[in-house]
């Protein structure tokens, strides 16, 4: 059984940052891409960053470049997202998400990625 769970997320000032965490537990614990997805109210989920196995490769969305890293502990089975020079517009459920064993490439597509975690809220607000 995969489990993926999220923890970091909350509400901060702009500016601020945050850092997510996903331990990820399961077959495909080691030896699959991982991803960071998020929801804002009302909007489609969106691709935001992805990292390769063992974490060489490393992919973002336009909209966080430069202020979002992706990164992974592959001995703890942890993937991180660290948030900085955060807007208002960041706020979102954010979901990590893996691919499946053996898939090490990053991929920006949703169908990609059969495991999923329950998300963690990220308020950004003064």
């Known amino acids: 059984q995969v489990q993926l769970v999220e923890s970091g997320g909350g509400l901060v000032q702009p500016g601020g940052s945050l850092r997510l965490s996903c331990v990820h537990s399961?077959?495909?614990?080691?030896?699959?891409?991982m991803g960071w997805f998020r929801q804002p109210i009302g909007k489609e989920r969106e691709f935001v960053a992805s990292?390769?196995?063992?974490?060489?490769?490393?992919d973002y969305a336009a909209s966080v470049k430069g202020r979002f890293t992706i990164s992974r502990v592959s001995a703890k089975n942890t993937v991180y997202l660290q948030m900085n020079s955060l807007t208002p517009e960041d706020t979102a459920v954010y979901y990590c998400?893996?691919?499946?064993?053996?898939?090490?490439?990053?991929?920006?597509?949703?169908?990609?990625?059969?495991?999923w975690g329950q998300g963690t809220q990220v308020t950004v607000s003064s």
């Open positions: 998400a893996a691919r499946r064993a053996g898939q090490y490439v990053t991929s920006r597509s949703r169908l990609d990625y059969p495991y």
């Open positions: 399961g077959r495909t614990a080691s030896g699959s891409a």
């Open positions: 990292i390769s196995w063992p974490g060489a490769g490393t």
